[in-house]
């Protein structure tokens, strides 16, 4: 199993004093001016805040589960999986 971040962002770009759009901002460039972010970015950023500081994350359990699966020696009892879901239904 492999974990991605497949996040798919609206570039930035760079916007003159006027607050008419220019070209897109590159990484390290000095564009004058002021940048303008995407509603979507700001709520996926204010979001990612959220969960971060959400007090129900047990980073250490996550760290570890996470290491498991990428050395490759995470299992999943299918016997208790299968059971938890017949009882959900």
């Not at 070209?23 to 564009?31: D, E, I, K, L, N």
Request: aromatic share 2%.
């Amino acid at each position: 199993m492999e974990i991605r971040n497949n996040l798919q962002l609206a570039p930035l770009r760079a916007v003159s004093s006027e607050g008419s759009q220019t070209s897109p901002v590159r990484a390290g460039g000095s564009t004058p001016g002021e940048l303008q972010v995407s509603d979507s970015a700001r709520e996926l950023g204010q979001l990612a805040k959220l969960v971060h500081a959400a007090s129900g994350i047990r980073q250490d359990k996550v760290d570890a589960i996470r290491s498991q699966i990428e050395s490759g020696s995470y299992h999943v009892n299918l016997d208790k999986l299968a059971d938890r879901m017949s009882s959900e239904v």
